[in-house]
């Protein structure tokens, strides 16, 4: 074989002229994933699908866009050799998250080329193929989910050529701030986003707050010295309303965040893990891309974005970090999209069973062959049965039935330990409303509103359950899923029938309700505060106000950055960063910690 003398990437522009594809405004924005985490096999013949042992097989995070003169020795990375120069084929596999939509498949081509989705749906066929040719295919996705893309590539004789794009181009529905096209985020093992991702995974379209502490945040990228690109498309008003926005930011070591390609905030040579940053943006309706560039150098690792005005649909972060999730330490039971762990499964037993339900008792999906791969997604807390996605399906598998690469220390719990029963919930079903919520990760439902609750069952992904009430912190809903009562993580659930505003406090507590104050300074809430009993976070928690409650100042500490304030018959502290001034200077107000 000789040596791969070039490979190029053709710009999403230029795809998207030959097929055909573009549109001027895209209903959710535009979704193109030419970068993924690939499987790759080459095998030595022509014949479709592809058969046989193959030549050489691995795996690699990058796009799908390739030109040799004759078969590759190397696949971004990925070492092959001693095959043919002609009458070859390669399959490349992985799986996705798209978000509702309908979507357009673009290859540039020579020789032929196959795509399904599911192992099923064939988007492009041109296998016949033949010199270098221009082919696409669209398909429509009813729902946000996760689907395998395989694209098998055949070369016959002459130069080897293939590219390969895919766009949103209509389609999808209205989106809340934790919907619509996720956040794709790409991982290199150096300082400076240089060379060839070496992790690429993708997460929910809300505020950012991922600690991976002093570990890896997945795949082979380093515990440090690694950077990492976060990008996520929007539209306005389809994604988030119209109007002026405070982006809060912090990280540890290094961060540059940009709006639109504009750099809003240079940190990159700075050092400040407790320092929060804002800056102020102006969103008018259209297509607008957030971006953030990061980079860990040493020791401790997180990123912290959030933004206001925040939608109480699902509320975003707090400035302090509280009230999100964090992979170094996840919430309990949310995986999100179906996860990408970084962590594969390869059976080895001649036949396996993939079931339903973490049990020897629950039903049969299908059957698993010997020396198939499949990620793994989640896992019991005993580690005795694993989690995967096949075939777009979740499903589960005794985990002494198959081989694993990477650290399954870092795939979430999502079920309990073999044979654990359900414990029934609650008796006292609270009235019927007319809101539902659609599940957005395989989610634990808990006895009561907080993560000490007793876990007594777990929703699947895409679930779609009524919602009964709210907690007092607007961070549990009270569900009824198929008659099980219980508590389950807001932010993790949108709302698509009824409103947020219209369930009932069903924890047994209620929201100070008070008239807006007249007299005095006044400031506004811009975010689901919290309250304390003293200017600090380390001060208990007394109470919350909502987004856009309206306060009085009776003083503010010593430090500027807390106010102690009165609601109705409520006095505490809160942070002041997220309060806006409706009357009065706030600076004519008394200095105290007390």
Known sequence: MKTLFRSFIVAALVVALLGGLWIASPTRGEYEAQTASWTVQVFNSITYPPSGAAVCSGAYSGAIAFSWANAPDTISGVSCSGGPADNFAIRFTTSVFFPTGNYTFTASVDDGIVVQIDNSIAVINDWGGGGL??????????????????????????????????????????????????????????????????????????????????????????????????????????????????????????????VDSTLLLDKWGDYGASQTHQVEVTLLEGPHTLKLEYREQSVDAFVFLTWTPPNAQNPVLNPDGSGGTTSGTPVPGVTGTPAQTGVIATVTANVLNFRSAPDTTASVITQLKKGQSYPVTGKTSDDKWLQLLVNGQLGWVMAQYVSLSGDLSRVPVVGGGTGTAVPSGPTAVPAPTNVRGKVLGNLIIRNAPSRGGTRIGLMPWGTVVPILGRDQGHAWYNVNYNGLLGWAYAPWIQIVEGTFDSLPYTDGSGMVTAPDPTTGVIVQAYGNMRVRSGPGFQYPKINKVVWGTRVQVLARSTDGRWYKIQYGPLVGWSYATWFRPVQGDVTTVPASDQ
């Open 133 to 258: 040719h221009t082919v696409n295919g669209s398909i429509s996705f009813s729902s946000d989910a996760n689907h395998a893309v395989t694209v098998d590539f055949k070369e016959v004789t002459g130069a080897a050529q293939i590219n390969l794009t895919w766009a949103l181009t209509g389609g999808g529905g209205a989106a809340t701030t934790t919907t619509g096209v996720p956040w794709y985020a790409e991982f290199f093992n150096n300082l400076d986003l240089t060379g060839t991702a070496v992790f690429t995974t993708t997460y929910p379209a809300s505020g950012l707050n991922q600690n991976w502490g002093q570990g890896s945040p997945g795949g082979s990228v380093p515990v440090d010295n690694f950077s990492a690109r976060f990008t996520r498309s929007l539209n306005v008003p389809t994604d988030l309303p119209k109007g002026v926005y405070q982006f809060y930011m912090k990280a540890d070591d290094n961060f540059r965040f940009y």
